[in-house]
């Protein structure tokens, strides 16, 4: 597998935006070390990124793909959900 880069936005520090960052987390912890290359960014603090991105909700995962870039919107707790997605 190849080096995917993901980016995971978020809107200050919510519960809700804690719980993706630990799924998120709990996924990257699950594949071989250095696989996976994960960024948090907080719109609040950083907001030119939901323009950029196109951003209107979050928490979001976006997974950056040689043609193409995939999206998971919502609490992101379904652990196989985001799985798949990295895999494809």
Known sequence: ???Q???L?????SPLSQAAQASIR???DSYEQGTIDI???????????AIEYGIIATPIL???????????VGD??????VKLLLKK
């Open 76 to 81: 992101l707790t379904d652990i196989e959900k």
């Open 26 to 28: 709990e996924v990257v």
């Open 39 to 49: 960024e948090v960014i907080d719109l609040n603090e950083h907001p030119q990124y």
């Open 62 to 72: 976006i997974v950056r793909k040689p043609n193409t870039i995939e999206r998971i």
């Open 9 to 13: 936005f978020i809107m200050n520090n």
């Open 5 to 7: 880069k993901c980016i």
């Open 1 to 3: 597998m190849n080096k």
